[in-house]
């Protein structure tokens, strides 16, 4: 990434996010990225996101988990769909707009600001494109 990238650019090309405690974990819940929260001076507190973020007590916790991600694909694998399984549970537990494909949520989002525009008298058009 270059210097001054946006972290939206860093998170969607992240395979992993590790934070102590931050809002971008919930950003990376919707956008299918699992994170690790690293607590590693025992600030239970900090453990809010439930089992949608994966925590760590101790450093050798991290470097364990980050070397069997990268070592064993298979572990990766399940790893990463259980952690995106409990991150979209959690975002649907927590909060009340539906929980979908991000790309979906950015396109309803951006089709309700054109509406709003438009009931406005803005002369908007909105051509929807489906990609894999």
């Not at 439930?50 to 470097?63: G, I, K, N, R, S």
Request: net charge negative.
């Amino acid at each position: 990434m270059s210097p001054g990238a946006s972290t939206y650019h860093a998170l969607n090309a992240a395979d992993l996010l590790v934070t102590k405690f931050s809002a971008l974990a919930l950003e990376g819940m919707v956008l299918g990225v699992p994170s690790v929260g690293a607590l590693f001076d025992g600030e239970l507190e900090f453990a809010c996101y439930e089992d949608a973020v994966h925590y760590v007590m101790q450093p050798v916790e991290l470097h364990a988990l980050v070397e069997k991600l990268h070592d064993q694909p298979i572990f990766r694998t399940s790893w990463s769909e259980t952690m995106r399984h409990n991150s979209a549970r959690f975002l649907r537990r927590h909060y009340d707009a539906p929980v979908s494909n991000p790309h979906e949520i950015v396109a309803q989002e951006i089709a309700l600001r054109l509406r709003t525009r438009r009931s406005q008298g803005a002369q908007c058009t909105l051509e929807i494109v489906n990609r894999p």
